[in-house]
């Protein structure tokens, strides 16, 4: 039994670098902030603070202050930090855990650790104050950095008499970690210094909220909010509560306190504390808000092409070409993953800021993806240049933990004066091979590559003989409206829809991959249906089907549509416009030898608003439930009908916001899967994370684009609460043009027997081509630089989390995960030779050695567990340092050529009545806002309840005014950078500009004063409710 409170404050202050106003205007508080909280630490000597868990704000700081001074302040900085007082890291940024890869959690963390270490320690706890869910390996990767706890808001969904607020969170591998759910917001004393007179009550009305709910005598507070400009003086504050207690203790304290005084308690009374397993989607008390994972989908296919340009070429093959003599571009490749990690905060890779932000999230990631092609292009030709070449070649890669066979596509150039030639590989055997388009000196080849070694690569040689091409095994047949090869055929119907049938089980699934459009009245957080919705799909639509390439290896369709769609909502958003719009969509359809995966490739131009574009998957499979791919191979399995929660909360709980109905909406990596236990159907897609199962039929709906045209609202029919900003960010309706990748495989069994993953790796991530000439070399035509092996499995179950050089820039690197619920035995081996292996954490720590038998690593891995190596190499120069202008990768194919159904008309982004509708809400504020202060100015007399309510709905009006104000100059700007045709119109946007930084420094402060309000509305009305007994705060709290 508890016989003593002890009340924890931990001040903080969290910090969204790019939400609502850019990284060049947020960046600059930043600077008088932290030089408030540095004078503050020296003032008083017991003062404790938490820097938001993220070093990328402190690189920001110290990259705005000069010579002497930066020094001076990071030697002060680094005083503290060792001292225990001001705790960083371990994160480098913010990271959203749904929409980013393993990988990019990994290095987040790496980086995150090697900043705090430079200040002298880092916090090792997992800060997780605002992040929207979690996947299910989250704390296996915290662990795997030494982190054995979490603060977390967001995702848990106990019911409210079950409830704690210390729990443990477990990964698949029975990874565990105490989990401190701060169920009453990170904000719930935040504040105290600026309404002293009754800071002592407030805290003392907190306690009393969460002491149901704590399984020790620990009691956690959040001294902080966002966007603070200075840290709370609450020292003075804890000095006079403490004077007149003799029980309970208050004390200023850190994460890392306050998790050893619960371990402590827990240990000594032998406490058990609730177990959570699993993904953490839950928005019964603070939304997850699962809409983002479809809001700008456009950032998550930019984002994906640049995670798998790091880690499936730019890494590993760097890493490969270092091991057989070539240098390692470790400065470049670092800066290249900040840079990627940077646009990972989940205001930024959610797509829920405002446009401007997003517009420099577009202009990072294609700057990442051209660093990053650029390194990894490199690594490719350096190798083949090292190769011995008997004429002109062919070198094949493969990205793949595992051996692959499947066609290879590249645009080759044919040596001067070639007319005709052949194919044949290393071995002197013809490979058969398909051409396609011309274009003087080059052609599209598509040939069969097989047995392409794991992360390695294959040679194949161009020869002018007049060599017959060989037939393949398993050609790919066709006619007017169908295709099939020998595992899968597919009919397309009038309408554009596939039946699809699998041949293995003749089974068929009828009218496949259809769209359905809707509306959209939600915003960039949630999706909502309106009150009155027109759903229009292409099913009974004649579409115009043609055979666009036929040939043994390689046959593809191509559909095209055009459909009439609403043009937006209308001005009540109850319902779809009675105007509508010519919107086209042309999708093929394609089909390869050897493969069963039936492959999609659908472009629009999206020129509608207000709406949300699917495309359908009606299976007919009986089961309740979904298997969707998460990080690191983690695959969740999801309950198809969503769930609606209770409208009970704990006693207290001050609600920001909630779902309101089922959320069925589920996210995914890259595959999605269906299956009875005897067959099944995955739909893989890339850079589309968002799914949902429609009872009807099973049908797996895949989100291809969501279209709003704000920020946040709050009419919503499908969420309440205040989640954010009000502001018309017209670039979230997604205009334009848009191309999208997704398959349908059919399979045996469920996901694993149907080897979903590596058709899924085998789609997203192909083969590249280096084309050279005949040259000599040291390395051989074909080779294995890594591979990866388990007992019993081909291929095998150990998926490749990421290849690099170690953070010291000495030894290679490598973690994998075994995907397996069991244990298996791997071998590894690395084509070059390992001189020692030693077994590491994540944070690269070495834990043992590790023995070898003839160059190669075996060890024992337990199912869903993440394993790192680190290894030692023998040093080798197998290469040389350039490579010739005869060396060049080949791009898949040829330019593409827009197609003419695309070329329809857009409306304009932004417009005169957009602008006069923003105006117009401008007035309206200011005119509520002016009956507002006069009610305060005549209002006399009032309880304290009664003027506090008075004062909050001020300080609303106030923050709604300023919204108003700073949605009017935003929408301005976009129409002045949308009409370039205006005079002077770049130095209006000059001006704009200036009020924009302003007003956004007058929104962080009336945030914070709202949030401070809601709390005191919810104090005073307590002590209202209390004052028959006169509110005695001063009562024992237990």
């Known amino acids: 039994m508890k016989k003593k409170t002890i009340i924890h404050l931990i001040s903080h202050?969290?910090?969204?670098?790019?939400?609502?106003?850019?990284?060049k205007?947020?960046?600059?508080?930043?600077?008088?902030?932290?030089?408030?909280?540095l004078k503050t630490l020296s003032l008083e000597p017991g003062y404790k603070y938490v820097l938001d868990g993220q070093t990328s704000i402190i690189e920001d700081y110290f990259d705005q202050l000069k010579g002497k001074e930066r020094g001076k302040k990071r030697k002060e900085m680094q005083g503290y930090v060792k001292g225990g007082r001001l705790l960083v890291g371990p994160f480098y940024i913010g990271s959203d855990w749904t929409l980013t890869s393993g990988a990019a959690q990994i290095h987040n963390l790496l980086y995150g650790h090697h900043e705090a270490k430079k200040l002298g320690k880092v916090m090792k706890v997992g800060w997780l104050l605002d992040q929207f869910g979690f996947p299910a390996q989250t704390w296996q990767v915290l662990k795997g950095f030494g982190i054995d706890s979490a603060f977390l808001w967001r995702g848990l969904g106990m019911d409210s008499d079950k409830m704690k607020s210390e729990v443990i969170l477990a990964s698949p591998d029975s990874s565990e970690i105490m989990g401190i759910y701060i169920w009453d917001s990170y904000r719930?004393?935040?504040?105290?210094?600026?309404?002293?007179?009754?800071?002592?009550?407030?805290?003392?009305?907190?306690?009393?909220k969460l002491i149901p709910y704590a399984l020790t005598e620990n009691v956690l507070l959040m001294n902080g909010y966002e966007f603070?400009?200075?840290p709370d003086d609450i020292l003075p504050i804890i000095d006079e509560i403490n004077r007149g207690e003799k029980e309970e203790k208050f004390l200023q304290s850190t994460p890392l306190e306050y998790v050893e005084a619960v371990k402590r308690f827990v240990e000594r009374h032998k406490v058990e504390l609730p177990e959570i397993k699993g993904y953490l989607y839950s928005g019964r008390y603070a939304p997850v808000l699962c809409g983002v994972w479809s809001s700008r989908i456009y950032l998550k296919q930019a984002n994906e092409k640049c995670q798998q340009a790091l880690e499936k070429w730019a890494e590993p093959f760097s890493v490969f070409s270092w091991s057989v003599g070539g240098a390692y571009p470790f400065e470049k490749l670092s800066r290249i993953w900040r840079m990627l990690l940077r646009n990972h905060p989940h205001d930024e890779i959610c797509g829920c800021g405002i446009d401007d932000i997003h517009r420099d999230n577009i202009y990072d990631y294609k700057e990442v993806l051209k660093a990053a092609n650029e390194v990894g292009d490199i690594s490719l030709k350096i190798i083949t240049q090292g190769i011995k070449t008997k004429s002109p070649a062919l070198v094949i890669f493969n990205p793949s933990a595992w051996e692959r066979s499947s066609v290879v596509q590249a645009v080759i150039r044919l040596p001067k004066g070639w007319k005709q030639f052949s194919l044949k590989d290393h071995r002197g055997r013809d490979v058969p091979f398909q051409l396609g388009r011309k274009r003087e000196d080059k052609v599209e080849i598509r040939f069969w590559g097989e047995h392409i070694p794991p992360y390695g690569y294959k040679s194949y040689y161009l020869t002018q003989d007049q060599s017959s091409n060989p037939k393949i095994k398993d050609p790919v047949k066709s006619g007017d409206n169908w295709m099939r090869n020998s595992f899968t055929r597919v009919e397309i119907n009038e309408d554009g829809s596939l039946n699809i049938t699998d041949k293995l089980y003749d089974k068929v699934y009828r009218n496949v991959g259809y769209f359905e459009d809707g509306a959209d009245s939600g915003d960039t957080y949630n999706y909502s249906f309106p009150k009155v919705d027109k759903i229009i799909t292409t099913l009974g639509r004649k579409a115009k089907i043609t055979l666009a390439e036929s040939g043994p290896l390689f046959t593809r369709f191509k559909i095209?549509?055009?459909?009439?769609?609403?043009?937006?909502?209308?001005?009540?958003?109850?319902?779809?416009?009675?105007?509508?719009?010519?919107?086209?969509?042309v999708s093929y359809v394609e089909l390869r030898a050897g493969c069963p995966r039936v492959d999609f490739?659908?472009?629009?131009?999206?020129?509608?608003?207000?709406?949300?574009?699917?495309?359908?998957?009606?299976?007919?499979?009986?089961?309740?439930?979904s298997y969707a791919e998460q990080q690191l191979l983690d695959v969740a399995k999801f309950p198809i009908k969503g769930k609606t929660y209770p409208k009970d909360v704990p006693e207290g709980m001050l609600v920001a916001g909630r779902d309101t109905v089922s959320v069925a909406t589920r996210p995914q990596r890259s595959f999605v899967d269906l299956t009875d236990g005897e067959r099944g159907l995955a739909i893989i897609s890339f850079g589309l994370p968002e799914y949902e199962v429609l009872l009807e039929k099973n049908t797996i709906a895949l989100t291809l684009l969501r279209g709003v045209g704000w920020l946040a609202r709050t009419d919503l029919l499908t969420r309440e609460g205040d989640v954010g900003w009000e502001f018309f960010t017209p670039d979230a309706q997604c205009p334009g043009k848009f191309t999208y990748a997704y398959s349908v495989l059919p399979h045996p069994g469920g996901w694993q027997e149907g080897l979903v993953h590596y058709w899924a790796e085998d789609r997203n991530c192909k083969i590249r081509t280096v084309q050279t000439d005949e040259h000599g070399g040291k390395l051989p035509e074909e080779h294995s630089f890594l591979s990866l092996s388990v007992e019993g499995f081909n291929p095998d179950v150990g998926r490749m989390i990421e290849v690099k050089k170690t953070e010291d820039d000495e030894d290679l690197e490598l973690s994998f995960v075994n995907y397996l619920d069991r244990e298996i035995n791997v071998k590894m081996r690395v084509g070059e030779g390992i001189k020692k292996a030693y077994r590491t954490d994540l944070a690269e720590e070495i834990k043992?050695?590790?023995?070898l038998k003839d160059g190669v690593v075996s060890l024992k891995v337990k199912g869903k567990e993440i394993v790192a190596l680190r290894m030692k190499l023998k040093p080798r120069k197998l290469i040389p340092n350039s490579f010739t202008q005869a060396t060049f990768l080949l791009p898949h194919s040829f330019p593409v050529e827009e197609e003419d159904l695309l070329k329809v008309d857009a409306p304009f982004l932004v417009t005169p009545e957009d602008i006069k509708n923003a105006k117009e809400r401008v007035r309206e504020r200011e005119e509520i806002l002016l009956k507002k202060e006069k009610d305060l100015r005549y209002k006399k007399g009032g309880s304290p309840a009664e003027i506090q309510e008075s004062k909050g709905e001020a300080i609303k009006v106030r923050r709604y005014l300023a919204?108003?104000?700073?949605?009017?100059?935003?929408t301005q700007k976009r129409w002045l950078e949308t009409n370039e045709q205006v005079t002077d119109y770049q130095l209006q946007i000059a001006d704009i500009e200036k009020e924009i930084e302003g007003i956004a420094s007058q929104l962080a402060r009336l945030r914070i004063e709202g949030r401070c309000a809601e709390f005191l509305d919810d104090y005073y009305k307590k002590a209202k409710d209390n004052a028959q007994n006169k509110f005695d705060y001063t009562k024992k709290l237990t």
């Open 601 to 625: 490739e659908t472009k629009v131009n999206n020129v509608v608003k207000d709406h949300r574009l699917r495309v359908l998957f009606p299976t007919d499979i009986k089961t309740d439930h």
């Open 228 to 230: 603070d400009p200075g």
């Open 13 to 23: 202050n969290h910090w969204d670098p790019a939400w609502f106003a850019q990284r």
């Open 963 to 970: 919204e108003a104000k700073y949605s009017l100059l935003l």
């Open 560 to 585: 095209e549509y055009l459909l009439n769609l609403p043009e937006s909502l209308t001005k009540n958003r109850t319902k779809r416009s009675k105007r509508t719009r010519k919107y086209p969509v």
């Open 848 to 851: 043992e050695e590790l023995k």
């Open 25 to 37: 205007y947020t960046r600059k508080w930043l600077v008088p902030f932290i030089d408030n909280l």
């Open 188 to 208: 719930n004393a935040m504040a105290l210094s600026e309404t002293k007179e009754i800071a002592k009550e407030r805290i003392i009305s907190e306690v009393k």
